[in-house]
């Protein structure tokens, strides 16, 4: 299975920026999909998370009111909304296929089995 993620780009602070990321295969059986970013000097962090079945999402506190996750389950999307964008978002943003289902681990990088190739996002002040 292969991971697309695209969306990312140059934005002024306070904008706002949509992440899509699709999977090559449609029939591909997941858990959850994941979104993590990696800033310039930093370890990857968790930002969202979305169950493919019932659509829950799971935000990494920080985010959450800015950033909104949501899936397409008949185009094989996930996506990550992101608005009130701050120069400290600034960073490589990755999806990534959870195929586990242990969702006290969904925010632990590890327990994703796939992942994309990242995109690029930076805020300017």
């Known amino acids: 299975v292969q991971l697309q993620a695209y969306g990312g780009g140059l934005v002024q602070a306070g904008g706002s920026l949509r992440l899509s990321c699709a999977a090559s295969?449609?029939?591909?059986?997941?858990?959850?999909m994941g979104w993590f970013r990696r800033a310039p000097g930093k370890e990857r962090e968790f930002v969202a998370a979305?169950?493919?079945?019932?659509?829950?999402?799971y935000y990494a506190d920080s985010l959450k009111g800015r950033f909104t996750v949501s899936r397409d389950s008949a185009k094989n999307t996930v996506y990550l909304q992101m608005n009130s964008l701050k120069p400290e978002d600034t960073a490589v943003y990755y999806c990534?296929?959870?195929?586990?289902?242990?969702?006290?681990?969904?925010?632990?990088?590890?327990?994703?089995?796939?992942w994309g190739q990242g995109t690029l996002v930076t805020v300017s002040s």
């Open positions: 979305i169950k493919w079945s019932g659509g829950s999402t």
């Open positions: 295969e449609r029939s591909f059986s997941r858990y959850a």
């Open positions: 990534a296929a959870n195929l586990r289902g242990i969702v006290s681990m969904i925010r632990v990088p590890s327990t994703y089995q796939y």
